[in-house]
T-cell receptor, first 111, second 113 residues
Framework: GESVGLHLPTLSVQEGDNSIINCAYSNSASDYFIWYKQESGKGPQFIIDIRSNMDKRQGQRVTVLLNKTVKHLSLQIAATQPGDSAVYFCAENSNFNKFYFGSGTKLNVKP | EAQVTQNPRYLITVTGKKLTVTCSQNMNHEYMSWYRQDPGLGLRQIYYSMNVEVTDKGDVPEGYKVSRKEKRNFPLILESPSPNQTSLYFC????????????FGSGTQLSVL
């Protein structure tokens, strides 16, 4: 079946540094990926998405990179701020009805 | 404000006592879904619904029921809760076009004693 996984359960960065959160997936036919942010006590919130016909997509302070050769995607957060502290999930949605989520990386931003 | 509303936020119950967690969305979304979130595991889909009166099993449907009598509501029913259903539950919705964003509720923390 599908599987989506994150590489590190916890990542600590200094405020102002860049953060990189990684994710791997198993299905080479996957064509749509999403990153979510989940703050404590809240539901996941959409951050950015990318389709398999792209290698890179940029948003405000965030960039998602997709490497289809090794089935890997990453979320880069520039100039990490305390408000970025949260759990980050990648998800795959190639089957319209189903989303497959990774287990999450907890990002700790140190002042 | 566009939102997905779940109730209750917290629920403690005992084994075997039927309960319902409600979910409502105000975005006229066709697609709604329930997930459970457990430590060390990603969100796992319980049930989903493509539209009114159309529901289907996700990856972990055992012990759960759902109904979709109205477009805006998608309640999750535990007929006879057991301790292994202690979890954090999320309802989500989106439109019926591939690539539409999935909107989540704030979650329901359920403890079954």
């Amino acid at each position: 079946g599908e599987s989506v996984g994150l590489h590190l359960p916890t990542l600590s960065v200094q405020e102002g540094d860049n953060s990189i959160i990684n994710c791997a997936y198993s299905n080479s036919a996957s064509d749509y990926f999403i990153w979510y942010k989940q703050e404590s006590g809240k539901g996941p919130q959409f951050i950015i998405d990318i389709r398999s016909n792209m290698d890179k997509r940029q948003g405000q302070r965030v960039t998602v990179l997709l490497n289809k050769t090794v089935k890997h995607l990453s979320l880069q957060i520039a100039a990490t701020q305390p408000g970025d502290s949260a759990v980050y999930f990648c998800a795959e949605n190639s089957n319209f009805n189903k989303f497959y989520f990774g287990s999450g990386t907890k990002l700790n931003v140190k002042p | 404000e566009a939102q997905v509303t779940q109730n209750p936020r917290y629920l403690i119950t005992v084994t075997g006592k039927k309960l319902t967690v409600t979910c409502s969305q105000n975005m006229n979304h066709e697609y709604m879904s329930w997930y459970r979130q457990d430590p060390g595991l990603g969100l796992r889909q319980i049930y989903y619904s493509m539209n009114v009166e159309v529901t289907d099993k996700g990856d972990v449907p055992e012990g759960y029921k759902v109904s979709r009598k109205e477009k805006r509501n998608f309640p999750l029913i535990l007929e006879s809760p057991s301790p292994n259903q202690t979890s954090l539950y999320f309802c989500a919705s989106k439109g019926n076009v591939m690539g539409e964003k999935l909107f989540f509720g704030s979650g329901t923390q359920l403890s079954v004693l």
